[in-house]
């Protein structure tokens, strides 16, 4: 499987500080936001990345995260000119995904926990179809929301004003190569954009749209000032309790043997705290 992460946008409700570049640069805690769709892709075992960014803020995802090869997996980057929606974005994707299934991440989204991972982990080459994933919220009517029917997918309603589920759809989804037949039979929506939640209600109509609503991990969505001051408390104190950074790519690789203890102590400078965590790791003998 390979893995696509939408690291655009315009960021509107984070300026002025993503007048100067993408929300998904800015720290949650101590570490860039797109570290964390990263790291859920490398410890589902996807090598294989490809992040989709603007002209104004590819050099600066290229200059933080290179090519991969120190973490020993790939990354390869898309310029999204137009900020048109990230179905038009996922057109960019099918000389990349070829005949793959595939995992989108959006890379304003924290998800903390091994649920997701191991939706993704488990998720064979032969899946046929589209699977969004859902988590039960307060205010339902701030995101898409899935009605659920005998264990069915009924309708997928945007930001409805009276929902009838309290289960929004997070920024993840799996897909079949089918999506890029899909993106062709969709309609600019009315913010100019090719949508995302078109696709999936394709999938819906054609009775391939799975779901899985997330129960035991924690999602956020930080494309507020508030969401991103709690995304980062929420990492400050699960690093404290449990003395071990969050979506470490560093540690991950290491975890994952994609590379050997010695090119992980050659990724320290040993200059911020997380450098110090770095040097810190014990060899796994």
Known sequence: MKGIIFAGGNGTRLHPTTKAYSKQLINVYDKPAIYYPIATLMQAGIKDILIISTKENYKLYKKLLSNG????????????????????????????????????????????GTELVSEIKNTNDNFIGAKIFGYKV?????????????????????????????????????????????????????????????INKIYLKNDTLKYKIISKDKWIDIGTPEKLLMASIFIHDIQKEKNKLVACLEEIAYDNKYISFEQLKKLSANKSEY????SSIKEDK
């Open 275 to 278: 450098e110090k965590y770095i």
């Open 69 to 112: 090869a120190q973490l020993g997996i790939k990354i390869k980057y898309k310029i999204q000119n137009k900020p048109n929606g990230c179905a038009a974005g996922l057109k960019l994707c099918k000389s990349f995904v070829k005949n793959s299934t595939f995992c989108v991440l959006m890379g304003d989204n924290l998800i903390y």
């Open 138 to 198: 307060k205010n339902p009517n701030e995101f898409g929301v899935i009605n659920i029917k005998d264990n069915k997918i009924i309708n997928i309603e945007e930001k409805p004003k009276n929902p009838k589920s309290d289960i929004a759809i997070i920024g993840a989804y799996i897909y079949d190569k089918n999506v890029f037949n899909y993106i062709n039979n969709i309609s600019i929506s009315s913010r100019n954009e090719l949508e995302i939640p078109d």
